[in-house]
């Protein structure tokens, strides 16, 4: 099966994922059908240029900020905007990152503080909400459990049976208490970690400091969890293609103007032993991967933080549960089964 290189630096995440794939973006399904320009062009010109990228190494993937359209004002260049957003993101990653020294996560995870940013808080809470949306499914106290599983090794292993059963007496949504003035206190060894969740949240606080710039049109890729500002010149929408599980073929394209577009797939970081698929999207019950009639789960949702969580929560939850959470939280989506069929949502966004 495609196999994707590890390199990069240490996890940000983990999710319902397994070990930390560095440079493995959550949905490599999605194909930015934008060009997407490689590094920061290094002048501005006086007239905004029809298109400025800056493409950099953050979150354990390749991120990428692309600026088609923007009204210039107060002497603020395209280059200037996208120094910003590095730094934005950048931010994030000290906030939310399980591995940085220093990180609300990190601290957390080694109750060395209970207290945290507001925005960690903010994205803590919203997790809950949608463990309690798939009855205990998604649940990012996974680390225990997912800190055992490696998809990078050359030649790849389960956990020690007796190992993974400790790591799950850790894991349970439970285990997080939400208190007064941003405190969060884990209880039982819980350690939680946001992969599934965050680069959707961050997307969010890109696209809007984008927009309070004046960009009018741009795509932000977070390692395949996209997200696009306005539109093309002239107000056409982007076209983000989505592939098909396991090959190059293109399923189709979603029409994206002002939305996110997010993929999650059980072939993004697995592995295969005795010919039976493991796959990163682990299951809170049994600590091995989830057994899900879809192969990958794409979200097009006008919150990015909304659409991450949304298709990890569908793979998890399966076909018919999957579309009934979708519809109920009023998004588009479209699932690829196991066995190549192609559902979606009553609104079908692919084209």
Request: net charge positive.
């Amino acid at each position: 099966m495609r196999r994707e290189t590890p390199g990069q630096k240490a996890a940000f995440c983990q999710g319902q994922h397994g070990r930390p794939a560095s440079n493995r973006p959550k949905a490599p399904i999605i194909a930015v059908l934008a060009i997407l320009a490689g590094a920061c062009v290094l002048f501005a010109l006086k007239t905004p240029p029809r298109k400025v990228s800056k493409q950099w190494l953050a979150l354990d993937t390749i991120v990428s900020v692309t600026i088609y359209d923007y009204k210039r004002f107060n002497d603020i260049s395209s280059v200037d905007i996208l120094a910003d957003c590095a730094d934005i993101v950048s931010r994030y990653e000290n906030l939310f990152s399980a591995t940085i020294p220093g990180s609300d996560i990190y601290k957390l995870n080694r109750r060395q503080a209970e207290t945290v940013d507001p925005r960690t808080y903010k994205l803590i809470e919203k997790s809950l909400y949608y463990s309690e949306k798939t009855g205990g499914l998604y649940d990012v106290t996974i680390a225990p459990v997912s800190a055992l599983w490696d998809f990078e090794a050359a030649s790849p292993a389960l956990p020690d049976e007796t190992t993974l059963q400790t790591a799950l007496l850790r894991v349970s949504s439970k285990n997080i208490e939400l208190l007064p003035g941003n405190r969060v206190r884990l209880k039982n060894g819980a350690q939680i970690e946001l992969g599934s969740i965050a680069k959707g949240f961050i997307s969010d606080e890109l696209a809007a400091f984008l927009e309070s710039r004046g960009v009018t049109g741009a795509i932000i890729n977070l390692g395949g969890n996209v997200r696009a500002v306005g539109g093309k010149r002239g107000g056409a929408p982007f076209r983000i293609g989505v592939l098909n599980p396991f090959s190059a073929d293109i399923a189709g394209y979603v029409e994206a103007a002002g939305v996110s577009v997010v993929t999650s797939g059980v072939y993004e970081r697995s592995f295969y032993i005795d010919n039976k698929l493991y796959h990163h999207i682990l299951s809170p019950y049994t600590g091995y991967p989830i057994e899900s009639d879809l192969s990958s789960a794409t979200i097009v949702a006008k919150s990015g933080t909304d659409a991450d969580a949304l298709s990890t929560c569908c793979i998890l939850l399966g076909r018919k549960k999957a579309l009934e959470l979708a519809e109920g939280a009023g998004v588009q989506a479209v699932f690829i089964t196991s066995d190549g069929e192609i559902v979606t949502t009553r609104k079908n966004p692919l084209h």
